[in-house]
């Protein structure tokens, strides 16, 4: 009995040899393949081909694409790894029309930066110049002086910043095709209302009303005017009740002075 276990041991020794010679090589693979990982990992870090090669930007009108890239601070040489996204959003929210940043990394070397902008509600007309006023309030200093603004309408004699401000947040709660529907506003005070306006509109007609509560006053336009006849002049009151104040005519003032 105890000879037949004996040869049993025997003819499993060679198998169970066998089978540690497997483990050992699979560990010395593992060991191996672990070892050219990290020095394929290493050498990626130090060479070029971990480096951002392309910036993309997405969402600027006003803010020109070579800004953004040139003041990301992500060229030359830095690492898709490395850089910081927190230090280029702070970066280029120093801009005063950018309003939020968002950085994403595209693989394998390309960095895709989405720029949201303030918008531009109106221009602030001085000495020629077009100086755009952005939704925040805040005015550029920089003005293009060829530049003539074409989506928002332009403002005349807003000098006071708490007007401009206020004026701004007005103009931002108005719907844009209405607001595309100005062409000039004129601060044209009066002795019982220093903050009335003067609208051009581009359809022709010329609005009246005033900065405070401006957004609701100016909202039934469209409705008020699809009632009136383009081709009588007047000024159309948009204040508590709208209403239209048709212009005199020169015949029409004619035969008064005479009755």
């Known amino acids: 009995m105890s000879q037949k276990k004996i040869i049993e041991i025997e003819e499993r020794i060679p198998t169970l040899k066998e089978r540690r010679r ?29 480096h951002i090669k392309h910036v993309e930007v997405h969402g600027n009108n006003n803010v020109t694409e070579s800004w953004v890239i040139e003041n990301s601070g992500l060229f030359p040489d830095v690492s898709m790894w490395l850089y910081r996204g927190e230090d280029v959003q702070a970066t280029l929210l120093e801009h005063p029309e950018v309003a939020d940043v968002t950085v994403t990394r595209q693989w394998p070397n390309t960095i895709s930066i989405t720029i949201e902008e303030y ?16 939704s925040n309030g805040y005015t550029l200093k920089e003005a293009d002086n060829t530049f003539v603004p074409y989506d928002a309408p332009i403002l005349v004699g807003f000098y006071d910043s708490d007007v401009k401000a206020e004026i701004a947040k007005e103009l931002m709660e108005v719907s844009s095709s209405l607001r595309l529907r100005m062409s000039e506003i004129y601060l044209s ?3 019982n209302d220093h903050q009335r306006l003067t609208i051009y509109m581009n359809d ?43 212009f005199e005519s020169e015949e029409e003032e004619a035969g008064e002075s005479e009755g």
């Open 189 to 191: 005070p009066v002795d």
């Open 204 to 246: 022709g007609f010329i609005v009246s009303s005033t900065v405070r509560r401006f957004a609701e006053r100016i909202a039934p336009y469209p409705s008020v005017v699809e009632q009136l006849d383009p081709s009588v002049e007047g000024i159309v009151h948009m204040r508590m009740n709208p209403y239209f104040e048709r």
């Open 22 to 50: 497997q483990r050992t090589n699979r560990r010395l693979i593992i060991y191996i393949s672990v070892f050219f990982l990290l020095m394929t990992v290493v050498a990626y870090f130090q060479s070029s081909f971990s």
């Open 119 to 134: 918008q531009r509600i109106a221009y602030i007309e001085e000495e020629g110049r077009y100086i755009p006023l952005l």
